[in-house]
């Protein structure tokens, strides 16, 4: 048996445990934050037949004739909502497109500031249950993705609940991504290159087909394969940089598949969890060394967004 790329941990320790399983749930997430920047996480609450009925109505997205697909990609935003058509997004130091396109869905309703969000989601008529189920299954990955922060919050030594305010209401994104069949050849594109996500952190339900890899301390290609009711979790870089560098933003990609199987299409759903525009990034003094100056300057999550998405090629 192959040995694991990243490490193990039960959520129903954190949520359900006396304090020693909860202590040993936060050290366990934490050592892999700061090591590796990804942990698989198993008994994580979010419901299985949610997660495939939104595999189907994806899947059924996107066999749309491109032309109908196009009237849901809406100029100006960036593709914060709605359909982002194939080859618009290249990784952040790569000038060659990913080979997919995909959808975004955003908090929905009043914010924590008592604000509606600034952009509203996307219906698509041609299949009425996309939305509603995409709005249930963001739901679901919000709870589990702030059950997650308030156990790092705890490993930072800040308060179980320092990110509650920051990211209930928050500027999370849900994305269903596919990747179509290769028809021949690609030049010198994959299906995402490597790249370091901007947000807190992401969680990601096991893909339809292989290939993610994340890139380790020794500069090697792990292959990651989820096990059955799997969610994979690593640092985005809004993390790393809040913490200085203390947790990991790590590099990862998804590769093509072998010759014989480029036929297969892959289907991925990821959840961005997102602080409020406002959220302060300046990194933490505790994560400072005496008499070192912070690897970063100070900067808030919308200003760093908004860089970010420039250089990824979404916003002009």
């Known amino acids: 048996?192959?040995?694991?790329?990243?490490?193990?941990?039960?959520?129903?320790?954190?949520?359900?445990?006396?304090?020693?399983?909860?202590?040993?749930?936060?050290?366990?997430?934490?050592?892999?934050?700061q090591n590796i920047g990804f942990v698989g996480v198993k008994n994580h609450g979010i419901d299985q037949n949610l997660i495939d009925k939104f595999y189907r109505e994806s899947k059924d997205f996107f066999a749309l004739p491109v032309e109908v697909k196009r009237k849901y990609e809406i100029q100006g935003i960036a593709g914060q909502r709605g359909?982002?058509?194939?080859?618009?997004?290249?990784a952040k130091h790569s000038e060659v497109a990913d080979l997919k396109e995909f959808f975004q869905v955003g908090q929905e309703g009043v914010g924590a500031d008592g604000k509606q969000p600034i952009l509203d989601n996307v219906s698509v008529?041609?299949?009425p249950e996309f939305l509603p189920t995409a709005i249930e299954l963001y739901r679901a990955f919000e709870k589990t993705g702030i059950s997650l922060l308030r156990a790092i919050s705890?490993?930072?030594?800040?308060?179980?609940?320092?990110?509650?305010?920051?990211?209930?209401?928050?500027?999370?994104?849900?994305?269903?991504?596919?990747y179509p069949p290769i028809t021949r050849p690609p030049a010198s594109a994959i299906r995402a290159e490597q790249h370091e996500d901007i947000n807190l952190i992401t969680l990601l339900v096991g893909a339809s087909a292989g290939g993610l890899q994340l890139l380790d301390k020794e500069n090697e290609w792990r292959t990651i394969t989820p096990e059955e009711d799997e969610i994979v979790i690593n640092v985005g870089d809004m993390l790393q940089r809040l913490t200085n560098n203390y947790l990991k933003s790590t590099t990862h990609r998804v590769v093509n598949p072998p010759k014989e199987e480029w036929h297969m299409p892959r289907l991925?759903?990821?959840?961005?969890?997102?602080?409020?525009?406002?959220?302060?990034?300046?990194?933490?003094?505790?994560?400072?060394?005496?008499?070192?100056?912070?690897n970063y300057g100070p900067i808030t999550a919308g200003e760093y967004l908004n860089e970010r998405l420039r250089e990824i090629g979404l916003k002009e």
Not at 13 to 23: N, P, V
Not at 83 to 90: D, N, Q, R
Not at 154 to 176: A, M, P
Request: charge should be negative.
């Open 1 to 33: 048996m192959n040995k694991r790329a990243i490490p193990l941990v039960d959520l129903s320790q954190f949520l359900e445990g006396d304090e020693q399983a909860r202590s040993e749930f936060v050290e366990q997430i934490g050592s892999a934050f």
């Open 83 to 90: 359909y982002t058509s194939f080859g618009k997004e290249h």
């Open 125 to 127: 008529a041609e299949a």
């Open 154 to 178: 705890i490993y930072l030594n800040l308060g179980e609940d320092y990110f509650d305010n920051e990211v209930i209401k928050g500027n999370s994104i849900l994305r269903t991504i596919y």
């Open 268 to 294: 991925s759903i990821p959840f961005f969890l997102a602080p409020k525009v406002d959220m302060d990034l300046t990194c933490l003094e505790s994560c400072i060394e005496p008499g070192h100056a912070p």
